[in-house]
């Protein structure tokens, strides 16, 4: 048998298949233009000293960094070329330090596609790093993958668990489509939904505490003299909701409080930043501060109350969410709501090693706690 790779691509897997006989002792592939480094593991298996991390590296055509790697469970590698080399190392009788053991259990993230690349690209980065982050220590491998949510459907999922076998899912930033629910309630799968919610209490989830969030938002600005609100959101999803209902509830509570609730087509800076300046030409500027569903909306409301000469916090008062990175680069600090997201992703894990060590335990919604961020983006109003 004669295992060789792609020298220079730490993600290339390796694929016997493309393999082609160069000579009686060596195999090459493909793209190979001469056989240094294609060790049959028969040769590397007799020799009388012990298999080095270079050995397994030559006989699978990879740096000896991959092959570290892979065998140390670091971050960067794909998950079926880590398969690869720790069974090649296996076959091998390696016996190297800092060898992690193969992992006991295995899960597939889905990721939200259009959030995680594009403005909230920073939010999910760092739910998948806590993901990530606490999956090492507890021999749990993930394999992440991003999706469409609406390419996500009982097909799909069939088709990935047949190929990488993870009996267990977390879906990151998704509300998954009513016959996925049922799929995923009738085969029994294990489910955490991070950054999601399930009204149903039919999974596990973890989510910022969003109604909380959306009350103490509402909550400052009132405390702050303001007497006119407007918010912004973005298409409800069950997350954004509680939000809105929390802020709603502190509203109705309030006496003398008059607020408008925006609904935007999506929740970007551009869309923002159009519905202000509709607003303003509208004549409709009633409002003193402007609560946002997150950190994005509100740069783009800065960014039009500027360019109508508005000025924030002077004339108008804006709050964000999230504590995005762009929350510091706005003139002067945005004031918003942080939210943990490293933490979201490794008590994701937390719940799905709970499920999958008593499948029966009750299920749980975990919620981490938002934290205001002073800035100076919202200033006291005299009533």
């Not at 409800?236 to 509830?249: F, I, K, M, N, V």
């Not at 937390?350 to 983006?377: C, F, N």
Request: proline share 5%.
């Amino acid at each position: 048998m004669h295992v060789i790779g792609s020298r220079g691509s730490s993600n290339r897997a390796i694929n016997p298949a493309m393999m082609k006989p160069h000579s009686a002792q060596f195999a090459r592939c493909a793209n190979c233009v001469r056989p240094i480094g294609c060790v049959p593991l028969s040769k590397l298996g007799s020799l009388d000293r012990r298999i080095s991390q270079l050995d397994i590296a030559r006989a699978a055509g990879v740096s000896v960094s991959t092959v570290s790697r892979a065998l140390s469970d670091a971050p960067g590698l794909s998950l079926d070329l880590r398969k690869q080399i720790r069974k090649l190392a296996q076959e091998l009788a390696y016996e190297g330090r800092g060898v992690r053991a193969e992992p006991a259990l295995h899960a597939t993230a889905y990721v939200t596609l259009n959030r995680a690349t594009g403005g909230l690209a920073a939010f999910y980065e760092e739910i998948v790093g806590g993901l990530l982050e606490e999956a090492r220590g507890a021999s749990l491998e993930i394999d992440v993958r991003l999706v469409e949510e609406t390419s996500l459907d009982v097909k799909r999922l069939q088709q990935d668990a047949a190929r990488s076998g993870s009996p267990a899912l977390f879906l990151v930033g998704i509300d998954p489509l009513p016959e996925v629910i049922q799929h995923l309630l009738t085969s029994g799968t294990p489910v955490v939904l991070v950054n999601g919610f399930d009204p149903a209490m039919r999974f596990d989830c973890v989510a910022p505490a969003n109604f909380y969030g959306g009350a103490h938002a509402a909550r400052l600005l009132i405390e702050a003299g303001h007497r006119s609100l407007l918010y912004l959101t973005g298409r409800p999803r069950w997350t954004t909701l509680q939000r809105l209902r929390g802020y709603s509830t502190v509203i109705a509570e309030a006496e003398g409080i008059r607020s408008i609730v925006c609904e935007l087509p999506e929740g970007s800076r551009e869309n923002a930043e159009a519905t202000i300046h509709e607003l303003l030409q509208a004549g409709k500027r009633a409002w003193t501060a402007v609560f946002c569903m997150n950190d994005l909306i509100a740069v783009g409301v800065m960014q039009a109350l500027e360019a109508q000469g508005i000025r924030v916090p002077e004339d108008v008062s804006v709050l964000g969410f999230d504590d995005l990175p762009c929350a510091i680069m706005t003139s002067p600090r945005l004031t918003t709501l942080r939210v943990n997201r490293r933490e979201l992703g490794r008590e994701a894990v937390r719940l799905l090693l709970r499920r999958l060590a008593k499948p029966d335990a009750p299920l749980l919604q975990v919620e981490a706690g938002v934290v205001a961020v002073a800035g100076g983006t919202v200033a006291s109003r005299e009533t």
